[in-house]
C-alpha cells in the first residue's frame, strides 16, 4: 500500500512577511510553531528556506497600546492623548 505524503509548501505557515515580523517581535521557533500548529522543525526548515533565523525559544514583546479618546467637531473627529498621559508628560516640560 502506498500513502499519500503532501508536498511541503508551508501552507500552514505565514507569509514570509509575517514571520519576520514575529521574529522581530521576539517570538522563537516553538512559539512560532505553536501559534501555527505545526513542529518547530517546519518552523526551522520555512525559515532555513527563507535564509532567517530566530532562537529556539524567544520573549515576545508585550502589545503596547496607546491610550487615545476622540473628540468630534464640527470638521470631524480629532484624537486626543488621555488625560493620564499629559499628566505624566508636564514633568518634560
Known amino acids: ?5 503532501p508536498p511541503k509548501t508551508g501552507a500552514k505557515l505565514p507569509a514570509p512577511g509575517a514571520i519576520k ?4 517581535q ?9 501559534r501555527f500548529d505545526v513542529s518547530p ?7 532555513k528556506e527563507l535564509g532567517l533565523e530566530a532562537p529556539a525559544d ?3 514583546k508585550p502589545d ?4 487615545i479618546m476622540f473628540l468630534g467637531t464640527r470638521e470631524g473627529v ?4 488621555r488625560v493620564s498621559m499629559i499628566a505624566s ?3 518634560y516640560a
Not at 522543525?41 to 525559515?47: D, F, H, K, T
Not at 480629532?78 to 492623548?81: A, E, F, K, Q, V
Request: glycine residues 10%.
Open 64 to 67: 503596547i497600546k496607546i491610550s
Open 89 to 91: 508628560m508636564e514633568k
Open 26 to 34: 521576539g517570538y522563537g521557533r516553538n512559539q512560532i510553531a505553536a
Open 1 to 5: 500500500m502506498v500513502s499519500f505524503v
Open 58 to 60: 524567544g520573549t515576545p
Open 21 to 24: 515580523k514575529l521574529i522581530r
Open 41 to 47: 522543525g517546519r518552523v526551522s526548515e520555512r525559515l
Open 78 to 81: 480629532i484624537s486626543l492623548p
